[in-house]
């Protein structure tokens, strides 16, 4: 995860640089207020903002019925599933690792719970199988990488085979189930609270869990640890293995909830339609929002911004 | 033999990095058919002028004479063009191609690929040299030991017939038998009126092999001996003997119970380690590179398991399993590749000091802020960290505060005995000596602390007792008011636990 290997000691140059140290600098109050906004939101956050803006005045004026409110409702729930594996993903790229099985344990949650949910008509149970199914397949995901010691990548791209096949399995390759009828999951689908679309909802509340999880706690603090210098960490007493299973299980449970939105999207279970390509999707957005693919750095706010650019995008 | 032919002379060469004076002044000859030993303590300068010799680094000043003409080297296809070949410690192997493919790796591009001629050519040279027995020319790099390794590297060289081959410790991966094939190696490159440089720290290998024996120490030259004219004894003096004025004296501090002692700890690493640390009292563990001494602090901090006798902390005999454990039992570790294994370098100064208090500065799960920020600002105050504020990426500071941002992490953990490993390595001289006035702080606070270190100096100054490690094992204890550097480095040198 972390080669650092010992160079020269560093000369403290850059100590005083307000870029790479926003927050605690005594020099603050003599920053004007502009560049003190930019360094707030991040450089490379403001390039993709500019990014976004320039797309959507450029779809605005061609096509007039975009920044109708309906539309924008859409592109919310289009950015919703996505957006919530960017923000798990990113998690799991402070840790170090990746997890490219999520689009899979999606596409295996969506049909397992329009599965269950047929069988039993019960919503919850549906809902409760599928995540349970999730962490499972985290767990599974986890374990292998710790006991087995399989680089992330790999032991995920096996299991990104290995669930979407069992997914193809228990669905006979088709959709399954329907749930078009049932309120809870129409909710989700096309229901609104406050005028904002629940499956915005979902991404708002995973995303500012995520956020309070990383930065305001020991388990967050943890995983930017072991995602910096996982050597260190070990030394310093902390239980990597623990870290790695229990993010993967989180990252499996967060990926069978848009599973589940998928399903309630498209009102049944769908085996590889919903999901394929997700992962990409998300490691993308997640590594635009700021994460660094070699671990231990990254952002706590979900990644919204680069996946909403992608979104604009698609639904244009 | 024509022993009286200068193949390469070096004089003057000196290497500066930074402000660090790597090498000032060294001179070296090596003859044509002779074996001229290099010698020194760890950092004596050895290794650069190596690797000035290999083309890796150019020197400052100085120059290199080859045959009577002045060289520059620009890289180390130079070196080999003007037939020197530096044979490195840790060789670099490939491990999916074949013995025959390593060793003429360079020259594959020019002369073509023939994999049957290839193996031929390598079985013949194996032969040639009488290694043949011990390796075969189709194995694998990756099925290969470290001494079959060494034995790949040295034929790199020898295969291209160069006439001046510098060895650098290359005995430390060999076992007995591929010792006693290597100095026939060396015999018969001799006969054949190659330039012989031999660096070890082994005294018997060298009165063995060596014509002549050039001492270098911190970085200068020291002299030059026939090796019919002296002895141990004389070498040892040669070598030691820096100033120890500018090195830090301390009063002990009165001795408490005895807070760690190891019973005949053994490992993969280390063997039937018997060691005692009392309350307050600071203890010195010397030795060479190598001897295992960071594998012993590793193995008492839980890195490295125990498998065979145990590990008493106050009277207690613990069962250390993992890190955590240490830990408990109140042990702080600060090992030696400082940025490789301690810090969070894109992580501030507040963090990497509550790493492993976290739990004390938090509620429940939650980190209060107020409390780490207080807790980090307590120790850059106490150990004086220089820093604009807790907030500070732990990269952008130097070394030395670095180091104290590690030591207050382990600080923070109130423990009751501290292990550092080279502890000032790699920081600047106003550093060192505010970390050797911690160490006396913690000691007359009762603290057990055990300082690893490679310069003599430094363990001499500040330890009330040494022990002197060789080959994974205790080689010798020495009191503070028996300690001298020429003891310590013949026990560090004890051939006997070596073999």
């Known amino acids: 995860m972390n080669a650092m290997t010992r160079k020269d000691t560093p000369v403290s140059t850059t100590a005083t640089s307000p870029k790479t140290d926003p927050r605690g600098a005594p020099e603050d109050d003599r920053i004007p207020p502009l560049k003190r906004f930019v360094t707030a939101i991040g450089v490379q956050n403001i390039s993709l903002i500019i990014a976004i803006a320039i797309v959507v005045a450029i779809i605005g004026i061609q096509n007039p019925l975009f920044f109708t409110v309906p539309n924008l409702k859409v592109i919310g729930t289009a950015i919703a599933i996505v957006g919530l594996l960017a923000v798990v993903q990113t998690i799991v790229i402070i840790l170090g690792a990746l997890d490219i099985s999520v689009g899979s344990i999606a596409g295996l949650t969506s049909v397992t719970s329009a599965m269950i949910f047929t069988s039993t008509s019960s919503a919850a149970l549906g809902v409760l199988g599928a995540v349970a199914i999730g962490v499972a397949c985290g767990l599974v995901n986890g374990c292998i990488i710790v006991f087995g010691r399989v680089n992330p990548v790999i032991a995920t791209l096996a299991t990104l085979a290995a669930f979407k096949g069992i997914a193809q399995l228990i669905s006979d390759g088709r959709a399954q189930g329907y749930t078009g009828a049932d309120p809870f999951f129409v909710f989700l689908a096309r229901g609104t609270l406050l005028g904002i679309p629940t499956l915005i909802w979902v991404l708002v509340l995973v995303a500012v869990l995520a956020h309070v999880v990383l930065r305001y706690t020991t388990i967050g603090r943890n995983i930017y640890a072991v995602g910096g210098n996982n050597i260190a960490s070990r030394l310093g007493g902390i239980n990597i293995n623990r870290y790695i299973i229990g993010v993967y299980m989180v990252t499996g449970a967060v990926a069978a909830i848009a599973g589940i939105l998928i399903t309630a999207r498209t009102g049944s279970g769908q085996p590889i339609s919903g999901s394929e390509g997700l992962e990409l999707q998300a490691i993308t957005a997640a590594a635009l929002g700021g994460a660094a693919l070699k671990g231990g750095k990254g952002p706590s706010p979900a990644p919204s911004s680069p996946s909403s650019c992608s979104g604009c995008s698609r639904t244009a | ?499």
């Open chain 2, 1 to 499: 033999m024509s022993q009286d032919v200068v193949a390469l002379r070096a004089t003057g060469i000196t290497k500066n990095f930074g402000p660090v004076r790597a090498l000032r002044g060294v001179e070296l000859e090596l003859r044509a058919g002779e074996v001229t030993a290099l010698m020194g303590e760890n950092g004596a300068g050895k290794s650069t002028l190596l690797k000035i010799l290999n083309g890796d680094y150019r020197p400052d000043g100085g120059e290199l004479i080859i045959d009577g003409k002045p060289v520059t080297f620009g890289d180390p296809a130079d070196a080999r063009a003007a037939g020197l070949r530096v044979i490195a410690q840790e060789p670099e192997i490939i491990g999916a191609v074949s013995v025959a493919e390593n060793i003429f790796v360079g020259d594959l591009g020019r002369v073509g690929y023939n994999r049957r001629a290839l193996l031929r050519r390598t079985r013949e040279e194996l032969k040639r040299w009488g290694l043949h027995r011990v390796i075969r020319a189709d194995a694998l790099g990756s099925e290969l030991s470290p001494a079959q390794r060494q034995i790949v590297e040295i034929m790199r060289a020898v295969v291209s017939r160069p006439r001046i081959i510098c060895f650098d410790e290359p005995t430390s991966s060999l076992g007995d038998e591929e010792v006693s094939l290597l100095f026939a190696l060396i015999r018969q490159l001799q006969a054949e009126g190659t330039a012989i440089a031999y660096v070890s720290h082994r005294m018997a290998e060298i009165f063995q092999l060596a014509d002549r024996i050039t001492v270098l120490r911190d970085g200068g030259y020291v002299g030059t001996e026939l090796v019919g004219e002296t002895d141990h004894d004389r070498l040892v003096r040669m070598m030691v003997g820096r100033d120890l004025s500018q090195f830090f004296h301390r009063e002990p501090a009165p001795l408490g119970e005895t807070v760690l002692e190891l019973r005949a700890v053994g490992n993969q690493f280390v063997d039937s380690i018997d060691l005692t640390v009392r309350a307050g009292e600071v203890v010195g563990v010397a030795g060479l590179v190598g001897a295992g001494r960071s594998e012993l602090m590793k193995t008492i901090a839980g890195d490295y398991p125990v498998t065979t006798g145990e590990i008493v902390i106050s009277g207690k005999v613990r069962r250390i399993r993992q890190p955590s454990d240490s830990i408990r039992a109140g042990i702080g570790f600060a090992p030696e590749e400082r940025k490789a294994e301690a810090l969070l370098l894109q992580r501030s100064v507040r963090d990497n000091a509550a790493l492993v208090v976290l739990r004390s500065v938090s509620r429940w799960i939650f980190v209060r802020p107020r409390a780490e920020r207080a807790l980090a600002q307590d120790y850059i105050t106490r150990l004086r960290i220089r820093t604009p504020s807790t907030e500070q990426l732990v990269g952008n500071l130097s070394g030395g505060n670095q180091q104290k941002v590690v030591l207050a992490r382990w600080l923070a953990t109130k423990p009751r005995l501290l292990l550092l490993d080279e502890p000032t390595r790699g920081i600047d001289v106003g550093a060192k000596s505010e970390i050797y006035a911690i160490i006396d702080e913690l000691a007359h606070q009762g603290v057990a602390v055990v300082v690893v270190s490679s310069e003599l100096p430094e363990v001499l100054g500040i330890s009330d007792r040494i022990y002197v490690m060789a080959g994974g094992r205790i080689s010798g204890e020495v009191t503070r008011a028996e300690a001298t550097e020429e003891r310590i480095l013949a026990l560090a040198m004890d051939d006997e636990v070596v073999a």
